[in-house]
């Protein structure tokens, strides 16, 4: 049995909040402030192409993986001399598949806050989107957005962000800025739905195992961190350059927006003979803290940048039996809950992650990007779930043509760990200053059990258009 445990039912702190937003655009934008949007329409489509290597039990059985149409919409207002500011950022989206989307359309805020600028001290309040960091796509100091992994990583990072709601204040002098965000309500990673072709295995395994047992097993989802005093969460940064480097420094306290699982067992005989729950998965959102920096400097045609984080201990599954997620090969529950009672399900442990790349740029002509990405969990045992190592090697190669309006790429990812990898070669072709159209492919290798070997039957083809405004 899987139920939801949403709490945010329009809570006293979340209202206040969202009555501060809407007054901080008030006082943020003067009345004579030209407001000016901006934005695009677009359409995907995406065909599954490799359909041997689809298992024969595929939930989905169309060639179709997904057909999306968006509307983009930026908002900015701000008065003569740029002390005040208004920023929205909105879109509406629409999936015919409707798998993740309720009747196939999805609005979303994606950021709408306000602020107040002077040379050296400046204040933001309401939803944002943040950037921070020097590396490339995936940077270990970047951790105030969480993500959405509803298609995994195969949409772009910046619309993978979604904006969490702030206050902010800098101050700066000089090259040096300082930083400080507050975030008073908790806002999780959007995660595929369970009929999904994109979810995860570690994901889908608790969820089987709910669905094999569920009159004797719950997993209760949602228990999302409480808008209260004790959960706000924090981040700070330092930036600034001395000669050619470029610097930064970030501390970050908050809450993992990916959850783990809490697994308790009841020892109550009479549950197990009244046909109720014995065993309950609670989904959880644990915080921890995080310490790192960044550096990037440029020599030439060549730009160098280097990332870092380490972060405290947090908890990390153990791997489970899958085998408790097959009905036909159950054992009985007299046996199963004494395995399940001794069992340590989790442990925690601190981790640390690092990125390093280059960059080289001839004109508009030739540029490539060469990056290593590297995560490794501390004191690592072989029981738990996630491997102790995942090292990433990505490379992306652009040409452009015929002034600038031609652009062919490729972009792609290789786990020297594990040997799964991923590949989106693509072409791009303005046809006006407004409208362009792109086709590729994003594939997929590896293992079933690596970070992209296991969507190796969801390769897939696309077409994507779109007019800019």
């Not at 359409?43 to 939930?59: G, H, M, N, T, V």
């Not at 879109?91 to 805020?109: K, Y």
């Not at 779930?385 to 062919?408: A, C, H, S, Y």
């Not at 390769?459 to 258009?465: A, K, Q, S």
Request: glycine share 6%; aromatic share 14%.
């Amino acid at each position: 049995m899987i139920t939801s445990l949403e709490y945010r039912r329009r809570s006293p702190a979340a209202i206040a909040f969202a009555l501060v937003i809407c007054a901080s655009f008030v006082v943020a934008t003067p009345a004579f402030a030209e407001p000016t949007v901006s934005g695009s329409v677009w359409q995907q489509a995406r065909l599954r192409i490799l359909e041997s290597k689809r298992p024969d039990d595929a939930s989905d059985a169309s060639d179709f993986t997904l057909m999306m149409t968006g509307i983009d919409l930026v908002g900015r207002a701000a008065n003569d001399d740029g002390t005040g500011r208004l920023f929205v950022n909105a879109d509406l989206r629409f999936d015919p598949t409707s798998i993740e989307f309720d009747n196939g359309l999805e609005s979303r805020l994606r950021e709408a806050y306000g602020g107040w600028y002077t040379p050296h001290f400046s204040m933001e309040i309401g939803k944002k989107i943040f950037a921070w960091g020097k590396a490339d796509e995936f940077n270990p100091t970047d951790l105030i957005n969480p993500e959405d992994y509803r298609w995994f990583i195969t949409f772009d990072k910046p619309q993978r962000k979604i904006g969490v709601p702030m206050a902010s204040a800098t101050l700066s002098y000089d090259a040096w800025s300082l930083q400080g965000v507050a975030i008073p309500i908790f806002t999780p990673a959007l995660l595929p739905d369970p009929a999904s072709d994109w979810l995860p295995w570690q994901l889908a395994l608790q969820y089987d195992i709910a669905a094999a047992m569920p009159d004797l097993v719950t997993l209760q989802r949602g228990n999302f961190p409480e808008p209260k005093a004790d959960n706000v969460q924090g981040a700070a940064r330092l930036a600034g350059s001395v000669g050619r480097f470029d610097l930064e420094a970030v501390a970050f306290d908050g809450f993992d927006p990916l959850p783990t699982y809490d697994v308790r067992l009841s020892i109550d005989p009479e549950l197990y003979l009244a046909g109720e729950s014995v065993l309950v998965m609670r989904e959880e959102f644990q915080r921890y803290q995080a310490y790192g920096g960044s550096a990037a400097f440029t020599i030439d045609k060549f730009a160098f940048r280097t990332e870092a984080a380490y972060s405290t201990p947090r908890w990390w599954m153990h791997e489970l039996d899958p085998a408790l997620a097959d009905p036909s090969d159950l054992p009985p529950m007299n046996v199963v809950a004494p395995i399940i009672l001794d069992a340590e399900w989790r442990s925690r442990k601190p981790s640390w992650s690092g990125a390093a790349g280059v960059d080289w740029r001839s004109g508009t002509e030739l540029y490539i990007n060469l990056q290593y990405t590297h995560t490794q969990i501390l004191d690592h045992d072989d029981a738990l779930l996630d491997p102790k190592n995942e090292g990433m090697l990505t490379l992306k190669v652009q040409t452009r043509w015929r002034d600038d309006d031609l652009e062919i790429s490729a972009d792609g990812a290789y786990n020297v760990w594990h040997n799964d990898r991923m590949m989106k070669p693509y072409v791009r072709y303005k046809f006006t200053a407004d409208f362009s159209g792109e086709v590729g492919a994003q594939l997929f290798a590896g293992e079933h059990d690596t970070r992209f070997g296991e969507f190796d039957h969801n390769d897939y083809g696309y077409t994507t258009f779109r007019y800019t405004f």
